[in-house]
């Protein structure tokens, strides 16, 4: 890769590139990320040991204490009674209140009221 780039490209003419090719910081990243990668492949592989011995210490424990084979803690069953079960009880649904509904005041008609105003007044002049 080295060679490569350095018969291909030629540092100085290529000092405005983002990774400068004279110092080859680019080669050095690209090996810092393969370190990475290793790295984090070891660790996987550490976590999934972790994880099956785990699973046998589980697997172990569960031999000893549930009684198969010898050894470990017998337990005897125990009875459990029924509880009773408690009756819900019914809600009783409101009833809607009826709307009353508003009387609409009757128009009086103009010439009833004119009449009836002459007819307080004393003056009866139609």
């Known amino acids: 890769m080295r060679r490569w780039i350095e018969r291909y490209f030629n540092p100085r003419q290529m000092s405005h590139c983002r990774y400068r090719i004279g110092s080859l910081s680019l080669l050095d990243k690209e090996e810092g990320m393969e370190e990475e990668r290793e790295e984090e492949k070891e ?3 550490q976590e999934e040991q972790m994880e099956e011995e785990e699973e046998e210490d589980k697997a172990r424990r569960r031999r000893k204490a549930g009684g198969i084979g ?3 803690r017998r337990r005897t069953r125990k009875r459990k009674t029924k509880k009773k079960k408690k009756k819900k009880k019914k809600k009783k649904k409101k009833k809607k209140k009826k709307k009353k509904k508003k009387k609409k005041k009757k128009k009086k008609k103009l010439l ?9 007044c004393g ?3 139609f």
């Not at 009833?112 to 307080?120: M, P, Q, R, S």
């Open 43 to 45: 660790e996987g592989e």
């Open 70 to 72: 010898r050894g470990g």
């Open 112 to 120: 009833l009221t004119l009449a009836l105003t002459i007819k307080v």
């Open 123 to 125: 003056i009866f002049c």
